[in-house]
């Protein structure tokens, strides 16, 4: 069984009820052992769009790392996710932040997710559920990449529940 984590967000429609349905249905990938608090965040890349319902999530999976993003990319297309415009608004976006210790990278895939050192509202809730987790190329957990982040643009606000 490999361990995945798992960065979920919604920007329209009901974030809320995205992030809850997207989570439901990734059972069907696997075992979902831990899920972050919700965090609204602020559009980082296209500025003109609703805010963000992030959250992170530990899948445990029994499926490759390519078998993973093909059963996410049926759920995210299950939940109206339409890529016209890219960074644009979307009901729901999956992306594979970590798959164990394992280093993929292709045309289709990157793992670690290329990005997720820089992102203020990927870190904060995998530091929620995960703060010791390692980034393989970094060799930084979770919670150091996060503090390295002081001053970082993009505003991450930690919802109840």
Known sequence: M??????????LGDRAA?????????????????ISSLYETEPMEL??????????????TSLSPRELLACIQKIEADL????????????????VLL?????VDDSALKIPHPAMTRRRFVLE??????????HPLAGKSAQQMLAELKGAKGQVRRLSG
Do not use: H, M
């Open 2 to 11: 490999s361990v995945a984590y798992l960065s979920l967000g919604s920007n």
């Open 18 to 34: 995205n992030i809850r349905e997207c989570i439901s249905r990734l059972k069907g990938c696997g075992r979902v052992a831990r």
């Open 47 to 60: 500025l003109e769009q609703p805010w963000f319902l992030n959250c992170a999530v530990k899948l445990e």
């Open 80 to 95: 109206g996710r339409n890529r016209v415009v890219d960074k644009g608004p979307r009901t729901i976006d999956v992306d």
């Open 99 to 103: 798959y164990d210790d394992v280093i």
């Open 125 to 134: 809730p995998l530091s929620e559920i995960a703060p010791e987790v390692l």
